[in-house]
Nanobody
């Protein structure tokens, strides 16, 4: 299983970014996917979750209405569209999945929201 995130960067408050996570090594369409984030000294926080077909999604309260998780099962990719970004969204963002009871993580992508 390999997960590779991309799309992070520096953005001003109120701006937008779209993160991507390219998955390989497993049957992507059969597994739910999640985005997490982590800042130094804090535990990793679940940001968004999407089911195998994409019909059902869930969000942390702090991002609900601003972030949208989606997936393209033909491209084996999960996305996180982040709008109205705030300085407190600054973190390393990770995509994750659980395949046959084993959790997998990407290497993370840094998102910095600052003027």
């Amino acid at each position: 299983v390999q997960l590779v995130e991309s799309g992070g960067g520096l953005v001003q408050p109120g701006g937008s970014l779209r993160l991507s996570c390219a998955a390989s090594g497993f049957t992507f369409s059969s597994y739910a996917m999640s985005w997490y984030r982590q800042t130094p000294g804090k535990e990793r926080e679940l940001v968004a979750h999407i089911t195998q077909t994409g019909i059902s999604t869930n969000y942390a309260g702090s991002v609900k209405g601003r972030f949208t998780i989606s997936r393209d099962n033909a491209e084996n990719t999960v996305y996180l569209q982040m709008n109205s970004l705030k300085p407190e969204d600054t973190a390393v963002y990770y995509c994750s999945t659980v395949v046959r009871a084993t959790g997998y993580w990407g290497q993370g992508t840094q998102v910095t929201v600052s003027s």
